[in-house]
């Protein structure tokens, strides 16, 4: 069994005592961490060839970031001058239009390099040809939930068929990355969308299946927290669209679990979920006026306590016996997290503040998924940077050229009676265990 040691860190566990150790030491045995203390581990470590080290001077442990809405995207910068709807049909769905299984691989293997370059270590991931993006993961060691943007056959998009597929070819297997075996819906995400719906149908599209949770009424808001619905809230990628912002102190108040989310980076044109943090919780102060809001705990635990909760995942804090995903962060990064006090109460207020307001993903130095070794040094293990970036650009190249072919006017389908389905999965004989619903905001 692999061991790793990290010591003389200052280790942040977001745990439910909220421990904080400077100086620690973690130990992780296998894909579990096995021990977290004070002080430092046993010098006889240091000579045993079967013990991976790390020397955690100058550094934060603390848990991967979990990005609760994620979508492996290779359009990043096209388009971003339109708006939500005029986007999805001119850019968004004919590029996955225009994907075939080695553009999707390479897509996603980009996608899951940057967001495990910026501290991310689980990745809920709706795109397209899921096994595309189940080798992907596997090959560069990321924890990912896959599912398929389902929509119905006219779209030309993929089918619940297809994720019944990939459900079955999951059920056996002992990789890293799993079919999500919830509902994970986009609604509520633009006023256009709430009016519509309406118009259609009498009633909000919560009180129909479910959420972006932008444009939300108190009853919308109850029937999540009755329904034990966890929700994505996406700051970034709301804003760049001009989508509004999310009822977050709404959300919580009812008791609803709510994570965080990037979306595509298409959308935010960055997987950096620490400076999502920030724009999360900067965005809610300047809405309401009110400094107290949305303080750098309560973010912190909703990229990583709160997105493992929504996903059914057994990490998101640090805790003999959790998984052991786990990022390693230099404190000496370009003086980020400068100045820091040796008191230890102090310095953890400090460290989260920095954490949320003051430093950006450039400063992961090492992640471990799953008690492996994935990035160590700020470079990914699995993957040639350089190779990856020209494989990225080639094939972008080849599919701005394809997606003139791929346009579909999506208001001619509604005309004719149809409307855009946007379950990434949904319940199906090969789907018969729903643990829990994510909608996004």
């Known amino acids: 069994m692999s061991r790793i040691i990290i010591y003389d860190a200052s280790i942040l566990t977001l745990d439910d005592d909220d421990t904080f150790y400077y100086p620690g030491t973690v130990e992780v045995e296998g894909d579990r961490i096995a021990k977290i203390y004070a002080g430092n581990p046993n010098p006889s470590v240091f000579d045993d060839p079967s013990v991976t080290v790390l020397d955690g001077t100058d550094k934060l442990v603390m848990p991967g970031l ?97 994720n019944e597929i990939m459900a079955e070819i999951q ?45 939300l009424t108190d009853n919308n808001i109850a029937l999540l927290a009755k329904t034990g619905t966890s929700v994505s809230y996406d700051p970034g990628s709301n804003a760049k669209l001009g989508n509004g912002i999310a009822r977050l102190q709404d959300l919580e108040s009812a008791g609803i ?27 809610q102060r300047a809405l309401h006026r009110d400094a107290s809001l949305a303080q750098p705990g309560k973010m912190l635990r909703m990229a990583t306590r709160n997105d493992a909760k929504a996903l059914g995942i057994d990490a998101g804090f640090l805790k003999p016996g959790k998984k052991a995903d786990i990022i390693v962060l ?70 701005a050229e394809d997606m003139k072919s791929f346009l579909i006017d999506s208001r001619a389908v509604m005309a004719n009676g149809n409307k855009y389905s946007f379950l990434s999965s949904q319940k199906s004989p090969a789907i018969s265990r729903i643990k829990a619903k994510t909608f996004s905001l």
């Open 257 to 283: 679990n709510v994570g965080i989310g990037i979306n595509a980076f298409e959308c935010e044109n960055s997987p950096d979920m620490l400076e999502l943090m920030k724009f999360g919780s900067l965005i």
């Open 330 to 399: 230099d404190l000496t990064k370009n003086q980020m997290f400068t100045p820091l006090l040796k008191d230890i109460t102090n310095r953890k207020i400090i460290l989260e503040s920095h954490l949320v307001y003051g430093c950006n993903g450039s400063a992961a130095q090492h992640s471990i998924i799953d008690g492996l070794i994935v990035m160590k040094d700020f470079r990914v293990l699995a993957v040639d940077e350089g190779q990856l970036r020209k494989s990225m650009g080639n094939s972008f190249e080849g599919l």
């Open 66 to 162: 979990v990005d609760l809405h994620f979508h492996t995207s290779i359009a990043k910068g096209f388009g971003d001058q339109l708006p939500l709807r005029e986007y999805f049909d001119q850019v968004w769905y004919p590029a996955v239009r225009a994907l075939n299984p080695e553009r999707a691989y390479i897509t996603a293997l980009h996608s899951y390099y940057t967001a495990i370059k910026s501290g991310t270590t689980t990745a809920n991931d709706m795109y397209r040809y899921l096994g595309s993006l189940a080798r992907a993961a596997s090959k560069i060691g990321i924890r990912a939930v896959l599912s398929n943007e389902v929509a119905l056959p006219e779209h030309k998009l993929d089918l619940i068929e297809d």
């Open 171 to 215: 059920a056996g297997s002992t990789s890293g990355w799993a079919i999500n075996g919830c509902l994970h819906i986009h609604l509520c995400e633009s006023q256009d969308e709430v009016d519509d719906t309406a118009a259609r149908f009498g009633k909000t599209p919560i009180e129909i299946a479910g959420a972006h949770c932008i444009h």
